[in-house]
């Protein structure tokens, strides 16, 4: 079965500083990789999505992630935050084990942006 | 292009009792997915509909059911509500069946008391 660790449940940091949101999945077949947030009260937005082609992928917003198939990571990174990203990022992988029908999720990151 | 939307948004209810929520997906879109968000346990698959039709079913119990209409508008329903089943519910809809990218709604807040 494939699993998403997200290495940390929550990082805070300062307005205009750098960002790296970890994340790490297991799953010995080829996967899709996405990150979505969450604004309080609200749904799943997609921010980036990894298919297949460049490893380094950008998304809305700003934010990139860069899929790296020997460490099996999908980190998110935003090079200067602003406080309206204050929100719960959650990394999913989808596809392999007979599993390419559903998310698989994380437990989220809550990045809280101080100014 | 509308969103995927969900209703009710919010909602109240006592054990023992049944609800029934609501998903409506982007234009076009024929699969609809269902998701159970809770703190302890994040989020969960439910199941998936694709042409009125279920294709894969999660981890639950039989009292999670739902359905798919001809326009690929689908209902959740849970019956005998157990405290439990506090969640927000969030749809996704994609084109096809298990395609790779899903997009939500806003979901549907149930308490239940």
């Known amino acids: 079965a494939q699993s998403v660790t997200q290495l940390d449940s929550q990082v805070p940091v300062f307005e205009e500083a750098p960002v790296e949101l970890r994340c790490n999945y297991s799953s010995s077949v080829s996967v899709y990789l996405f990150w979505y947030v969450q604004y309080p009260n609200q749904g799943l937005q997609l921010l980036l999505k990894?298919?297949?082609?460049?490893?380094l992928v950008k998304g809305i917003n700003g934010f990139e992630a860069e899929f790296n198939k020997s460490q099996t990571s999908f980190h998110l990174r935003k090079p200067s935050v602003h406080i309206s990203d204050t929100a719960e990022y959650f990394c999913a992988v989808k596809g392999g084990g007979g599993s390419n029908y559903k998310l698989t999720f994380g437990k989220g990151t809550l990045l809280t942006v101080n100014p | 292009k509308a969103g995927v939307t969900q209703t009710p948004r919010y909602l109240i209810k006592t054990r023992g009792q049944q609800v029934t929520l609501s998903c409506s997906p982007i234009?076009?879109?024929?699969?609809v997915s269902w998701y159970q968000q809770t703190p302890g346990q994040g989020l969960q698959f439910l199941f998936e509909?694709?042409?009125?039709?279920?294709?894969n079913k999660g981890n639950f119990p039989g009292r999670f059911s739902g359905r798919q209409f001809s326009n690929s508008r689908s209902e959740m329903n849970v019956s005998t509500l157990e405290l439990g089943d506090s969640a927000l519910y969030l749809c996704?809809?994609?084109?096809?069946?298990?395609?790779?990218?899903?997009?939500f709604g806003p979901g549907t807040r149930l308490l239940v008391l």
């Open positions: 990894y298919l297949s082609g460049s490893t």
């Open positions: 996704a809809s994609s084109l096809q069946a298990s395609q790779e990218t899903q997009y």
């Open positions: 509909y694709f042409s009125e039709t279920q294709r």
């Open positions: 234009s076009g879109h024929r699969s």
